[in-house]
Nanobody, 124 residues
Framework: QVLLVESGGGLVQAGGSLRLSCVAS????????MGWFRQAPGKEREFVAA????????YYTDSVKGRFTISRDNAKKTVYLRMNSLRPEDTAVYYC?????????????????WGQGTQVTVSS
């Protein structure tokens, strides 16, 4: 069982930056590949970024490539999402997700564990 708790969301102006954090409970965090998803009002939850358990492989949706960076610190059981050059269309609730194993998934159904979400609002 893994519990995930996100933090770091907030209100920021367009062009600004935020860093989201997701802290995991449990003893096997390093065995999990982790992902970030987001859900805007009236839209489905969509994939943003993922990182393999080994920290070597990462993957991003096209709209955030070059602006967002996912990273992890297995000793702290934490995964991060650094978001730069934020745009109003990045406004959403951001969710951290975990899946057991080394393979990255971009599918919502590929993840077993979810956090409660943190709100990110980008003003124009």
């Amino acid at each position: 069982q893994v519990l995930l708790v996100e933090s770091g969301g907030g209100l920021v102006q367009a062009g600004g930056s935020l860093r989201l954090s997701c802290v995991a409970s449990g003893r096997t965090f390093s065995s999990y590949s982790m992902g970030w998803f987001r859900q805007a009002p009236g839209k489905e939850r969509e994939f943003v970024a993922a990182i393999a358990w080994s920290d070597i492989n990462t993957y991003y949706t096209d709209s955030v490539k070059g602006r967002f960076t996912i990273s992890r610190d297995n000793a702290k059981k934490t995964v991060y999402l650094r978001m730069n050059s934020l745009r109003p269309e990045d406004t959403a609730v951001y969710y951290c997700a975990g899946r057991l194993g080394m393979v990255i998934s971009t599918a919502r159904t590929g993840y077993n564990y979810w956090g409660q979400g943190t709100q990110v609002t980008v003003s124009s």
